[in-house]
């Protein structure tokens, strides 16, 4: 059953990344004025500031800190490459404890050659040194599953099933999912699973966007809701009949949506979701 | 268990698709020059001439004529659509009977927007409408999975699951699956649903190319075996465990390769065949 048409946007969270050219300073102050509810923070709109400096100036500004994007590619074809990107994880969960994001995000990372359940094999080692982190700060770690046309070289974790058959090895609470529909929506089994990881709690963050066709890039051709085959509002529906009732983060990328204006781009998101989410 | 290494040509099928820029008859002559043993031929490689001329042409210069490429394409948002695919399926069966191919891969479709579940049930009718005209001809239809990234416009069947699934609901000798280690490399349930395609007698064919990392446009960069990630010849083995011994159908689409001198590219197939297939 799809879902009733979303009223406000008091559960609208967006990316910074989606609107990059704008400093994370200015995306708040954008955000606000906009109605925008929640803000999930990239590290990169993070470089050269003080994480707690920024999580104040979000708070301050009225707007939720949903999440920290992101941690992971944990898989390196040698040990030394596997510990610097624990290293590294280690510091985001720091960023995230610091900003005051009680989330991260894990794109969980491949080798390109590398057998994928070896990077498979990695990845739970990896989230597995860091979780120690994790529980010292009390932040949570969602496993997002990505689209297997990135199974070369960003993702060996491709479908929802994957993503909670490692969360149910690693059993922490502190472990969870991140189902973003650009990612799942062709699977078959995608409903299954949404139950699955809300039944053992661990529904961590919806995640929006579009596939357009046709698609020009791999990457950076996502396409704002309603504009292409996502049955968006029917997962959104799966999501909440599941139990979620947290924020429906967007998350775009997109060579064409950056160079346009960001404040028309911003209004464009709201209408979108208002009507396609 | 990965195959040994292959010795020789014998085997070897190579699409017309993948040295477009030759007409047909000039691939004939240069596919034989090569060792090259059968030939897959796509159905614009026919314009303008007659199945059955070329098919006696393709034979008396000692090649295999391995499949016709390809029908499919049957979901469509009204009736009329979907009678106008399965009168050009019942097409595609007739030229290969003229051509003499024993087969008619089947890339399925999809409606942008339309739910995938729709799309798969338009493809079982699709087929089930066109089965007569197989048996008929004794041409066999070979169910080929997509991609994922291809959900949105060109097949609702994206794993082998759902192609077995398929073949097993309409039970008939003359559907099978081809399987392509483009399409198919990423998933954790490959071995077992080649095991099962193949205990059902329904493994029709194998095709082989590469996964570039980065991989820059979704439908034409495909690589040179051995050029990307896919761990080709453990699919292989695999295949071949399974009792198959077909030819191995190099298919590839390329706008890098197609650029290029045909006559390199073709003995650049070769060599990546024998190391890398």
């Known amino acids: 059953?799809?879902?009733?048409?979303?009223?406000?946007?008091?559960?609208?969270?967006?990316?910074?990344?989606?609107?990059?050219?704008?400093?994370?300073?200015?995306?708040?102050?954008?955000?606000?004025?906009?109605?925008?509810?929640?803000?999930?923070?990239?590290?990169?709109?993070?470089?050269?500031?003080?994480?707690a400096r920024v999580g104040e100036q979000i708070r301050a500004a009225g707007l939720s800190i949903v999440s920290l994007c992101r941690g992971g590619f944990f898989p390196a074809p040698d040990p030394a490459g596997r510990q610097a990107a624990i290293a590294d994880n280690r510091r985001a969960i720091e960023e995230a404890a610091a900003l005051g994001a009680p989330l991260v995000v894990l794109v969980c990372g491949a080798v390109p050659g590398q057998p994928l359940e070896e990077s498979?094999?990695?990845?739970?080692?990896?989230?597995?040194?860091?979780?120690?982190?994790?529980?010292?700060?009390?932040?949570?770690?969602?496993?997002?599953?990505?689209?297997?046309?990135?199974?070369?070289?960003?993702?060996?974790?491709?479908?929802?099933?994957?993503?909670?058959?490692?969360?149910?090895?690693?059993?922490?609470?502190?472990?969870?999912?991140?189902?973003?529909?650009?990612?799942?929506w062709w699977d078959p089994h995608l409903e299954a699973?949404?139950?699955?990881?809300?039944?053992?709690?661990?529904?961590?963050?919806f995640h929006v966007s579009d596939w357009k066709t046709p698609t020009e890039d791999l990457l950076n051709d996502r396409g704002l809701m309603g504009e292409g085959c996502i049955p968006i509002r029917q997962i959104r529906g799966w999501v909440e009949e599941a139990g979620f009732s947290g924020f429906n983060e967007v998350e775009i990328f997109s060579n064409k949506y950056w160079a346009m204006d960001q404040q028309e781009f911003l209004q464009a998101i709201k209408t979108a979701y208002l009507r396609h989410v």
């Open 193 to 205: 699973e949404i139950r699955r990881c809300a039944q053992a709690r661990r529904l961590f963050a």
């Open 1 to 51: 059953m799809a879902a009733s048409p979303l009223l406000d946007t008091s559960r609208l969270c967006v990316h910074t990344i989606t609107t990059q050219p704008w400093p994370v300073e200015e995306a708040i102050e954008r955000y606000v004025q906009a109605g925008v509810a929640g803000m999930t923070v990239w590290r990169q709109a993070l470089t050269g500031r003080d994480p």
């Open 120 to 184: 498979r094999r990695q990845i739970k080692e990896g989230i597995m040194a860091v979780l120690p982190d994790a529980e010292r700060y009390g932040v949570r770690l969602a496993v997002e599953p990505l689209h297997p046309m990135y199974a070369d070289s960003r993702s060996a974790i491709n479908t929802l099933a994957q993503a909670n058959d490692i969360c149910a090895e690693l059993a922490s609470p502190l472990v969870g999912v991140a189902v973003d529909v650009y990612h799942l």
